[in-house]
């Protein structure tokens, strides 16, 4: 892990070198007909100069000054000749009402397409309409998720505020090597579904930097997601930093070489979290380090849960498949919300297997909090507050 994890840090800034030099032809979204006032439609100026910046032989920026730019749903395509930067200085808004982005489910969208920066700026979606429309059950579209990469390798996405989402915030998708550093997700803490970063299929993420407080996971981890690493990080409001939910389907990608370290959480739901369905699956987790961390009221600091199962739906009286392994829990201190800062609850099936507990301390109004442990094998070593159940 350590080798592949200074390698990788290595990587990444060779890519973040590459990305952000040599642009020497600037197109600028006014130019093509973007008015900053908020209220013109500037999706079709926005299209034109990147279809621009697209045939350019040399590395282009395309600009976005400041001001307020009108986005309905929009599509960024590749593959292009050269690398691009997006340099934003302004804030990009959805449509007041949440129906125009309809059942796209994204709103801005890059697919097929490398060696893309986007720099700075403001993502403002103007998701509260869509939350009531949630919450009072009415007949709702699916929800787009802000910032969308599909199938994109080598992107820097650094310095860009995202607020308000509809549902996801940021969403990376069968990429390879993307960058993601000084990002900041703010949505409120019931709004539904509203993680700040979603990655899966990916390979090569890096994340730091980065405060997301949202009303679902700060960062959430799908199928499929591998050589993955996070520091930095300041989570809460929200739902932690969690490895799933895995398992939905029975064929599925596992996760392995996964890394968070140095970050915050305040207020959240949960820490660090693994989570599957309890359904048969061939998915694993595996080597996965969660090291030097500070919780601040979490309500689940440490949490495994293998036996997820929303409205008693579709998997009741089964167990999961996900095979869990080999993961270090390491210097994380701080304290729990509730008296039960540790839970391990790993199929009856498929035991979770190398759990390693080293130098824990969470506490509970001043005590020592508890601990509680199912079908789990490990070893705990250092300072262990609560008493280890491995």
Request: charged share 15%; with cysteine.
């Amino acid at each position: 892990m350590a080798r592949f994890v200074v390698s990788y840090v290595v990587l990444s800034f060779f890519y973040i070198f590459q990305l952000s030099n040599a642009a020497s032809t600037t197109y600028n979204v006014m130019r093509f007909g973007a008015k900053p006032d908020g209220k013109t439609d500037a999706t079709q100026p926005f299209l034109k100069a990147w279809s621009a910046a697209c045939r350019s032989a040399t590395p282009p920026t395309i600009y976005v000054p400041r001001g307020r730019y009108l986005l309905k749903a929009i599509v960024f395509r590749g593959p292009c000749r050269s690398r691009i930067t997006f340099q934003i200085g302004g804030t990009l808004v959805a449509p007041a009402d949440y129906r125009a982005l309809g059942n796209s489910r994204y709103w801005i969208l890059f697919i097929k397409i490398n060696r893309v920066s986007v720099i700075g700026g403001t993502l403002d979606a103007r998701g509260a309409g869509f939350w009531a429309c949630r919450k009072y059950r009415q007949n709702c579209p699916v929800g787009a998720s802000s910032l969308t990469f599909n199938w994109a390798n080598n992107i820097l996405i650094s310095g860009l505020t995202s607020i308000n989402s509809q549902s996801i915030h940021l969403v990376i998708n069968g990429c390879k090597y993307v960058v993601v550093r000084n990002v900041k997700a703010f949505a409120p803490a019931q709004s539904p579904n509203t993680d700040g970063i979603h990655v899966q299929i990916s390979t090569g993420v890096t994340i730091t930097g980065s405060t997301l407080q949202t009303g679902d996971d700060c960062i959430s981890i799908g199928p499929g997601t591998r050589n993955m690493v996070m520091s930095n990080i300041k989570c809460g409001p929200g739902h932690g930093v969690s490895i799933g939910s895995l398992g939905k389907e029975f064929n599925e990608d596992g996760v392995e070489n996964i890394m968070l370290t140095n970050s915050v959480f305040s207020g959240s739901d949960n820490g660090v979290r693994i989570k599957s369905w309890a359904k048969p699956s061939n998915g694993f987790v595996r080597k996965v380090v969660f090291q030097n961390l500070i919780m601040k009221d979490v309500k689940n600091p440490i949490i495994i849960d293998q036996n997820y199962c929303p409205g008693n739906t579709g998997c009741p009286r089964q167990t999961s498949g996900i095979k869990i392994s080999r993961v270090t829990y390491k210097n994380i201190q701080g304290t729990s919300a509730t008296a039960e800062a540790v839970t391990f609850d790993c199929s009856p099936s498929h035991p979770c297997r190398g759990i390693r507990l080293q130098d824990i301390k969470l506490t509970y109004n001043n005590k020592a909090a508890t601990s509680s442990c199912k079908n789990i094998g490990g070893t705990s070593t250092g300072v262990l507050m609560p008493e280890s159940c491995v």
